[in-house]
């Protein structure tokens, strides 16, 4: 059972609650969002009044079974509810007006490569680094990352650019690893129904970047993100990165329609990866456009010194030169759009 607070209530409204339950014999749980807080009933017993529970000031209403109340708090409220702004490390956020853009390799090679992507794209106007060490690959006998090598090798990126780092985990293990290191982790496509994976970048301070499994709906990617908030981490950034479908002209099909719709039922921010959403480099910079225009507060974009020669994900990647072109490209529309680039 679970009881929604309304989202003018104040801390005093939502500890009397939680004293009432503590009066009826029921043990609770405080839940706060980005609006409003709930109050979970971990056990009940016979004890349990009800109608005092709705009648006390500022319920909202109370809930039989515990529902995805957080990550759709714009559609389960009738407050107003402000987007939700995710530091990106020190100097960038995630969310709000901003347009902020994440680019990098898709694996972390070498430190001199990464060096030099990341004073590329830091000078073409990106906030953060991403590069994976610990990678999903497809096949056993692919490159699977550098692992803690490639952690120290991201930090030198941060220490010498500024930018915030954004890696990958893909097992429970690799997020205590990981969390000295980078400012987000990133939970990838193929683990986005990973549900101790989910908990425990929950239990952790940094933002999580969750990627949409390749086969999810909707609503089985924000109750992932809500498996995080849930977990007491309310820093979830939405990613959408394409679905499978039939069509084979591009490795993913890009569902943009899901961002106006993330938009209009959640506070989380939503962006979106034109690479591996395509699998295409010359798609990136077309669908980057449409991800400004359809209201999208990001991109995630791969970004090599040489992908020709990078070690995965080659042919959707751009080049240092591109991503810059791409950047100065989407200038002007992201103006046009009321956003900061
Ligand atoms: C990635 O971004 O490095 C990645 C593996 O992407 P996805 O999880 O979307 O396949
Ligand atoms: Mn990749």
Redesign the pocket.
């Known amino acids: 059972m679970i009881v929604v607070m309304s989202p003018r209530s104040s801390r005093e409204h939502v500890d009397h609650v939680v004293q009432l339950l503590d009066d009826m014999g029921v043990r609770s749980c405080v839940i706060d969002g980005a609006s409003r807080s709930v109050i979970e009933l971990l056990e009940t017993n016979g004890q349990l009044d009800r109608t005092r529970l709705e009648s006390a000031p500022m319920v909202e209403r109370v809930l039989d079974q515990p529902a995805p109340i957080l990550a759709m708090d714009r559609a389960s409220g009738n407050g107003e509810v402000q987007p939700r702004e995710i530091p990106l490390g020190s100097r960038g956020v995630m969310g709000g007006r901003r347009f902020s853009v994440i680019a990098g390799p898709?694996?972390v090679e070498n430190e001199d490569r990464l060096i030099e992507t990341a004073r590329g794209v830091a000078d073409a106007g990106a906030v953060a680094l991403r590069g994976?060490v610990f990678k999903p690959r497809t096949s056993p006998y692919s490159f699977q990352g550098l692992e803690e090598r490639g952690l120290e090798m991201l930090a030198r990126a941060r220490e010498k650019t500024g930018l915030a780092i954004v890696t990958e985990v893909m097992c429970c293990k690799h997020v205590e690893k990981v969390e000295p290191y980078a400012d987000v982790l990133q939970v990838g496509s193929r683990n986005m129904h990973n549900t101790p994976l989910l908990k425990a970048v929950g239990e952790q301070t940094k933002p999580v970047l969750l990627k949409r499994g390749w086969s999810a709906t909707l609503e089985e990617f924000l109750l992932a993100a809500e498996y995080v908030i849930h977990a007491g981490n309310p820093n979830v950034i939405l990613c959408e990165r394409g679905i499978r479908t039939h069509e084979e002209y591009v490795r993913n099909t890009l569902a943009l329609a899901i961002v106006p719709e993330v938009k209009r039922i959640s506070s989380l921010p939503i962006i979106v990866d034109p690479?591996?959403g395509t699998g295409r480099t010359h798609l990136i910079t077309p669908m980057s456009r449409a991800a400004i225009a359809c209201g999208a507060d990001g991109l995630l974009v791969?970004v090599h010194t040489m992908p020709s020669r990078a070690w995965?994900?080659g042919d959707?990647?751009l080049d240092v030169g591109q991503f810059r072109d791409l950047m100065q490209n989407l200038k002007s529309l992201a103006h046009a759009c009321d956003r900061e680039l």
Do not use: I, L, N, Y
Request: aromatic residues 0%; charged residues 20%; hydrophobic residues 0%.
């Open positions: 898709c694996s994976g690479s591996h791969e995965s994900d959707q990647t």
